[in-house]
């Protein structure tokens, strides 16, 4: 049972010290891919810290004197986050003393003036029912007297529909306090008829059903059908509302809620919007990582909305988690039971697919193992990474009342600052050799497929360019300029090319290097982005027809970039070093056996951690398939082999920062998919 009351002046303070905050990146869901987060964010203000990562949230439940108190942060949330729904709590049988007492202009003030006495529930001696102290029950019942021929269930949906509706801020309602059971709460010394006796509870119970029944579908008849009407409290009118919420899941159990919740589901109108709510128990403990993802994968597992926050005295909480940012898509079939964990009563470990991933829950009493259908990827964070280490697994250990979320192979990697070519299947290891992702076609939809694509931050400014390579053209996209394409090798040349880019000359913008691969000569050029010439040198011998594959970075950690050129098909692994300017920087060697003639693919950047970028090189053509990384003086620092057999058209590298974890690593294509 939800409590709130607004209160002036109240003041929360958090000292939160194992709590690490990760940036939120949905900052337009509305997509109603999973996870779908929902916060109840009830009090009197939104704060000034909350304003922005709130807008992160698909439906956010905000107290209705809202529409008074900040409308112009409302609609703030709405220009965030266009696909936001915003609910107008209100108490479908409660009515707080706070709600007279706040100011005659807001909608408080007048929902308190709409409820004569007569809309309360008394006992016997004519006194208000109360469960919770200054909180006192409706009366929704039709048995109570009506005022000018109304009830309860009569004017609460009217004044909803014409203070709070009419305004355009809201979405719909969230109605608190819809029991189905009042006795439970407010015991049986109950006349909800007002003739002095006390009615038996069971007849107080069904009119107490039929009455909030009739308040629904009046709500519904108000609002019309495309506004949102959740209700809190009971599932007992799932059919009537597009979502129920389930408070405090799975304080009281979790087999019995959850098979409520799926059952809900079913029936509610669409958009379903029926949410678990988890928290702490009015415990500032951010940091219960395992209760939280409890919470989370029981929620996926019925493909319902989720709430964490303190509880009910703390329900305006914007705590985000690793988790939140695992994009899952949609499910693709229902939870599945797999087997018992430590109880009999039907729970245990369950599981669901998603489209990007798998969700797994463990709701019995000890820990259990599932075997995966495939190799499933854990999630990379930094709240919990002994449970989030991002490591490939086929079968996964749950403790018991825990949860985890796993990626799978169709999940979404953006790459960037790195060329690779679009729609080549790849796969992401580190400086060890350790496939920490699973394999993934490197696809970006605004590029041809079979180009080679880059997209980085050419001028400097926070906007990114993606640079197309193709039949021997250069194409620069950015956002609100011109598209720019020019010819590096004039325009009679339409074969193969690589590219990079890097700062090369110390300014703000950074520069694309090109590469003539697999062509007489092994040219390489460096242009500004919008295609001016900037230098130009031959990397091999003029008659050599491989090319040159191309990178930049800082090899030697003295703030200024080289490039490193390798040698196309039909020539050794040769690597050189080069100034930025075309001159020789350092010396030159063979990345694999010098006899070995199908050249040799070549990539920059940090992937030891060392502050230095190491020169990544993948094996030729008709090579067995192997990656060897360098340092500057061309000494061999790690290696590693991806089978013996060889691989046609050779190994690519790229190096990335695909984790987000502030670390590159080795973006490996031309290896097969199965």
């Known amino acids: 049972m939800m409590r709130h009351w607004l209160t002036n002046g109240t003041a929360v303070l958090m000292v939160l010290t194992a709590f690490v905050m990760p940036t939120a990146t949905f900052a337009a869901r509305g997509t109603q891919d ?103 029950l409706m009366n929704a019942t ?65 009119a107490w059903r039929s009455g909030m029944s009739r308040l629904l579908r009046n709500m519904r008849a108000a609002l019309g059908p495309n506004r949102i009407i959740m209700n809190n409290s009971s599932a007992s009118y799932a059919s009537q509302v597009n979502g129920v919420l389930f408070e405090n899941f799975p304080r009281y159990g979790w087999i019995a809620p959850f098979r409520e919740l799926q059952d809900s589901l079913a029936k509610n109108a669409s958009p379903k919007v029926s949410a678990i709510n988890t928290n702490t128990n009015n415990v500032e403990t951010p940091s219960d ?24 005295r703390g329900h305006q909480r914007t705590w985000w988690y690793d988790e939140y940012d695992a994009s899952l898509g949609r499910p693709t079939g229902p939870a599945r039971f797999v087997r018992a964990s430590g109880r009999s009563d039907g729970s245990g470990l369950w599981m669901r697919n998603y489209q990007r991933g798998i969700v797994v829950v463990n709701s019995g009493s000890a820990a259990g193992t ?114 720019v394409t020019f010819w590096p090798f004039g325009r009679s040349y339409a074969g193969s090319l690589t590219i990079a880019v890097g700062n090369a000359n110390r300014d703000a913008a950074s520069e694309i290097i090109v590469g003539r691969d697999k062509a007489r000569p092994s040219d390489v050029r460096m242009f500004s982005r919008a295609g001016t010439e900037l230098a130009r040198w031959t990397a091999y011998h003029p008659q050599f027809s491989g090319g040159a594959r191309v990178g930049i970075g800082d090899l030697d950690g003295d703030g200024l970039r080289e490039i490193v050129t390798g040698a196309g098909p039909g020539g050794g692994p040769h690597i050189r070093v080069w100034k930025t300017d075309g001159l020789t920087w350092g010396g030159s060697f063979f990345a694999f056996h010098e006899s070995e003639r199908g050249g040799v693919s070549v990539a920059v950047g940090d992937v030891d951690g060392d502050g230095r970028d190491e020169i990544v090189v993948g094996s030729g053509e008709g090579a067995r398939p192997r990656v060897r990384v360098f340092d500057f003086r061309g000494t061999l620092r790690k290696e590693f082999s991806l089978g013996d057999t060889p691989a046609l058209n050779g190994v690519t590298v790229t190096v990335a920062d695909v984790a987000g974890d502030g670390r590159k690593e080795i973006v490996v294509g031309g290896i097969s998919a199965f």
Do not use: C
Not at 97 to 121: W, Y
Not at 293 to 310: H, I, N, P, T, V
Not at 403 to 413: D, P
Not at 443 to 454: F, I, S
């Open 370 to 483: 599932i075997a995966l259908p495939g190799t499933y990827e854990k999630l990379r964070g930094v709240q919990d990474p002994r449970s989030n280490d991002g490591g490939l697994v086929r079968s996964l250990a749950v403790p018991a009342e825990d949860a985890r979320i796993l990626l799978g192979e169709a999940n979404a990697v953006v790459i960037r600052q790195s060329a690779f070519r679009n729609g080549e299947f790849v796969r992401v290891y580190d400086a060890e050799g350790r496939q920490v992702r699973n394999g993934f076609f490197a696809q970006r939809d605004d590029g041809p497929a079979g180009a080679t694509v880059l997209a980085a931050d050419l001028a400097g400014r926070g906007v990114e360019s993606l640079v197309i390579a193709q039949k021997g053209a250069v194409t620069v996209k950015t956002p609100g300029e011109r598209t």
């Open 142 to 206: 039709d048995l109570g007297p009506a005022m000018s021929g109304q009830r309860w269930a009569d004017a609460l949906p009217e004044f909803v529909a014409r203070e709070l509706m009419s305004t355009g801020l809201w979405d719909g309602v969230f109605l608190d306090a819809a029991y189905s059971d009042i006795t439970h709460f407010f015991g049986t010394n109950i006349d909800p008829d007002g003739n002095g006796t006390a009615n038996p509870a069971a007849s107080v119970n069904a």
């Open 289 to 312: 990582y395992r209760l939280m993802r409890y919470g989370l994968g029981s929620a996926l597992l019925a493909d319902a909305y989720y709430s964490f926050d303190a509880g009910d």
């Open 34 to 136: 999973a996870p779908k987060l929902l916060n109840l964010y009830l009090g009197w203000n939104i704060f000034d810290t909350d304003r922005t990562a709130l807008a992160n949230w698909d439906v956010v439940v905000l107290d209705m004197d809202l529409q008074w108190q900040a409308p112009e942060r409302m609609r703030e949330l709405r220009l965030a986050n266009p696909g936001i729904k915003l609910l107008a709590y209100v108490s479908a049988g409660e009515l707080a003393d706070a709600r007279a007492l706040g100011d005659p202009t807001s909608p408080s003030f007048h929902l308190s003036q709409i409820a004569p006495e007569e809309f309360f529930m008394h006992q016997p001696d004519g006194r208000r029912m109360q469960w919770w102290p200054g909180a006192h």
